[in-house]
């Protein structure tokens, strides 16, 4: 039989599997050892050894290969063996940088795997898909992406879209009968939930039939290909800058050649000065450095609580001007708690916080017992059952699984004394599930003495116009237009509040009465409203003013009313003074054109629709700006993919949401977001410093070998010093300004432009006329040692190798700040300090250890030798750092 012929009893005798309480711990432990993880097979990683030959492929090594045989076969072997030495211990730092980067990606696939909702030991549990099992009972709502093959159980208006598997693009509406058929397609299997499909509307439970290759999508692809990632725009501007470079040094090196022999130098030494020269114009070490720095800066995210899913967002969140974010969870505390309780006659005020279910209910300042007032404790009885959500204790704490506004109403109905033997005498046989175009959520309860009543809560707004009556202390009665008055009254005081607010409506059916859900949701009697407070985050309001001053305006969406929005965002100081609020009537009654005339005057978008987020992010856009925006359901998913920076929820957010965005919010919190966007404009500023310094060192190098030609000087420095320099010294004070703490003005700097280039703000100048004076503080070194003497030459070299280092080293604290080397304190990274005197100290063994003289072509230097170096080193930094200062 397949497994949509099985009936529920056969699925549960099959499978081994109590319907009521799941499976049990040890079973699930058990088939899992068994049958392995719920994973597609996964690509074979690459192979070791392959890793470490790919370190070889650069065209740069190429040609000092190449300069090695050359230098073997003219019998200079010491040249030679230090060449490859130097390319060797170049690919052996790339290597592990890539196992590094490897690593950080795959820790970020775990930090970002889906869960599911599993019933285990009689109660939902949250664990990842991949530890699913044959005979899991899972539940499914609107947003998940299912991880395994279910039999699906139960339903309540549930639909999935399959086009991954079946093509077919509309959603299929899902039932959980059992099908005679022998033989149906995937698509005709209704009772049947897949692995990879996406639910779009409603809820249900289904058994895992499939897990794995087992699945139907694990045996379309026996293969799980993963997506080859596109360079960023950052990588593809240094890919343009590398050929240039790679141009430059071949230029440089057929000059050099020709220049010297002319000049009278044997072709062997010109040829290895050329290799020398054209090594010098490019920063090998540069995209390994890139790459690290972004895998660091990913990784300092993850402690800040921000997962990055797509490297390109780190550029990108450097040059945000708009943030777009939803107010629930992410603005403010997500724990919502029922304050007011009201009805057309009883107006009480509620105790207690968070998801604590004790309280007390009060008519002004006097204590009132609430089961005394008929009309409060039966709304608050529907509003429990009108309900998915459930109260957990953990650790001494309370949580709601579920929505947290259907956990204030669960927690107030605690409080009111509702018990759960209470909600158990009804049984809810029916649901129109909640849906934010709709704004509501209609169930039928049934209970056990044959009552059965259609609860609907909701949006007052949206409520009252579909109610006919009220309820009051006489009974139910029809609704006059004084009443809507009294409940639009006490609609404002609550919203003026703050409050969020839930309209709570029924109608009695008759038994054995039909029905269609339009006529569900008509001729309701309202019954009062709930009203809800969702405390601002403390740290939220400091953030909003970091990004006020880092010149990004912060807009609030909500789909709260419009008097509750603006309330919060008066609490917050987000809006200033003749900041607009527009709601999302008016916002569908607008073109585009007159949504953008006042998009930049409006702060508070309330009561708004997923399509009307999508508008509001391509408005921000058409005005030029780089919006990010936040959202956590299946609806938002569009916004978010439209948006420059999608953000998704890590704790409320569908797994559609998380997909369609760049970034992830562990916390769900909008002081994360000031944080990535901090640590986003830091990366961007590190990756400055380190091209700053690798390429002014550079210029440094190729300008000391051409002005000596031009002087008709020996070479004050041989190829295989320039190759230790660039590889070895340069390296690691490069590696370690990508671990650089922001500066303490990069939130009060306006965004940067999206097509800023690399070498804007000054850097192409920085560099030229840094490396100028490098080049010539050590060309004057170079002089003063040699005066002309061919005997002096080595000495000479070894003064031009020492001073063209020490020079880079002091350089290198320069290249922290754009404003001045004294604008930031040395100490403030320690890394970099640990890296400058590896350097030096490196430096040190090249030239007093005797093995290393004759590699390196280096001699000891007298002390008094180190003043001088140093004084001619400084320069450079110095000149410019008073210059500035």
């Known amino acids: ?69 050359i230098s073997g076969l003219l019998g200079e072997y010491v040249d030679a063996v230090a060449i490859m030495a130097i390319v060797f211990v170049n690919a052996v730092l790339g290597f592990f940088q890539e196992q590094k980067a490897e690593k950080s990606l795959s820790k970020l696939k775990e930090l970002s795997a889906p869960h599911a909702q599993v019933l285990r030991d009689g109660s939902w549990i949250k664990v990842p898909s991949a530890d699913l099992v044959m005979g899991d009972i899972v539940k499914v709502t609107s947003g998940d992406r299912l991880s395994a093959d279910l039999r699906l159980i139960k339903t309540s208006g549930l639909e999935v879209e399959e086009s991954s598997l079946t093509g077919e693009s509309l959603p299929v509406l899902k039932h959980e009968n059992h099908l005679m058929d022998e033989t149906l397609e995937l698509g005709d299997q209704a009772n049947m939930a897949f692995s990879g499909t996406l639910v779009t509307r409603g809820s249900g439970v289904g058994v895992v039939v499939g897990t794995g290759m087992k699945t139907a999508m694990g045996q379309i692809a026996s293969l799980l290909v993963q997506t080859s990632r596109k360079p960023t725009p950052l990588e593809r501007k240094l890919a343009e800058l590398g050929k240039i470079l790679i141009f430059t040094a071949l230029l440089l090196t057929a000059f050099v050649v020709v220049v010297g022999v002319y000049r009278g130098h044997p072709l062997y030494e010109m040829f290895l000065a050329g290799v020398s020269l054209a090594v010098a114009a490019i920063p090998e070490g540069l995209p390994a450095i890139v790459t690290v720095a972004l895998s660091l800066g990913v990784q300092r995210m993850i402690k800040k609580k921000a997962i990055v899913r797509k490297l390109s967002a780190v550029e990108t969140l450097g040059c945000a001007s708009v943030i777009c974010s939803d107010k629930t969870g992410t603005m403010t505390e997500n724990q919502m708690t029922v304050k007011q309780v009201s009805t057309i006659e009883d107006h009480l005020y509620v105790t207690g916080e968070g998801y604590d279910p004790f309280g007390a209910f009060f008519e002004r300042d006097i204590e009132t017992n609430v089961r005394e007032i008929p009309g409060i404790n039966r709304m608050l009885l529907y509003g429990s059952l009108c309900n998915h959500a459930s109260i957990l204790k953990r650790d001494d704490r309370y949580l709601v699984d579920g929505d947290p506004t259907e956990g204030a109403l669960k927690v107030v109905g605690y409080k009111a004394g509702i018990t759960e033997e209470q909600m158990k005498e009804w049984k809810v046989t029916y649901e129109i599930p909640f849906d934010s175009d709709r704004k509501r959520m209609t169930v039928i309860a049934e209970h056990q003495n044959g009552e059965r009543v259609v609860i609907v809560k909701g949006a007052p707004d949206v409520l009252l116009p579909r109610s006919t009556s009220i309820y009051s202390s006489s009974g139910q009665r029809p609704l006059k237009p ?84 603006h309330a919060i965002a008066r609490d917050l100081e987000l809006m200033p003074e003749g900041g607009r609020v527009v709601e999302g009537a008016q916002l569908s009654s607008m073109s585009d054109d007159q949504l953008e005339a006042i998009i930049d005057e409006t702060y508070v978008f309330a009561r708004v629709t997923p399509h009307h987020k999508l508008r509001i992010v391509n408005a921000f856009q058409n005005r030029g700006h780089v919006v990010a925006m936040t959202g956590d359901g299946v609806n938002d998913a569009p916004a978010i993919k439209a948006s420059d920076i999608g953000i998704s929820m890590g704790q409320s957010g569908t797994d559609v949401a998380k997909e369609a965005s760049s970034l992830v919010l562990l916390d769900d919190n909008f002081a994360t977001i000031r944080s990535a966007i901090q640590e986003g404009r830091n990366i961007y500023e590190n990756i400055r410093k380190f091209i700053r310094y690798l390429l002014a060192s550079n210029v440094g190098e190729i300008l000391v070998m051409l002005f000596a030609m031009f002087l008709a000087l020996p070479l004050p420095l041989v190829p295989v010093q320039i190759l230790w320099v660039n590889l070895v010294t340069d390296g690691l004070p490069a590696m370690a300004l990508g671990l650089d703490q922001s500066e303490r003005n990069v939130m009060k700097r306006p965004p940067r432009s999206p097509g800023e280039g690399v070498f804007a703000r000054g850097l192409g100048f920085k560099i030229i006329s840094r490396g100028f004076m490098i080049g010539i503080v050590t060309l004057i070194a170079f002089m003063m040692a040699y005066q002309g003497n061919p005997e002096r030459l080595l000495y000479a070299q070894t003064v031009a190798f020492s001073t063209l280092v020490v020079a880079q080293l002091i350089h290198v604290f320069d290249c922290r700040s754009e404003r001045s080397v004294f604008a930031r304190n040395p100490f403030s990274n320690l890394y970099l300090l640990g890296a400058v005197l590896s350097s030096v100290l490196l430096m040190l063994v090249v030239i007093y250890y005797d093995p290393l003289h004759e590699v390196f072509h280096t001699m000891d230097l007298p002390i008094r030798d180190w003043l001088f170096i140093t004084a001619l080193g400084a320069i450079p930094t110095f000149l410019w750092g008073f210059s500035k200062k």
Request: charged fraction near 30%; include cysteine.
């Open 1 to 69: 039989m397949n497994w949509y012929q099985y009936s529920a009893e056969n699925l549960a005798e099959k499978l081994d599997v109590n319907m009521d309480k799941g499976l049990s711990s040890k079973q699930a432990e058990s088939r899992l050892k068994k049958l392995g993880p719920n994973k597609l097979e996964e690509g074979k990683s690459i192979n070791v050894l392959l890793l470490f030959f790919r370190q070889f492929q650069d065209f740069m090594v190429l040609v000092l290969l190449a300069a090695t045989l």
């Open 482 to 565: 004084k009443d809507e008055r009294e409940v639009e009254n006490i609609l404002s005081t609550m919203t003026n509040q703050a409050l969020r607010t839930i309209a709570i409506c029924y109608k009695t059916l008759k038994k054995g009465q039909s029905y269609n859900n339009f006529e569900l949701e008509k001729d309701l009697t309202f019954m009062g409203i709930t009203g809800i407070i969702d405390p601002p985050r403390k740290e939220v309001k400091r953030a909003i003013d970091d990004c006020r001053q880092a010149g990004i305006k912060t807009v609030m969406i909500t789909g709260d009313h419009a008097k509750t929005a």
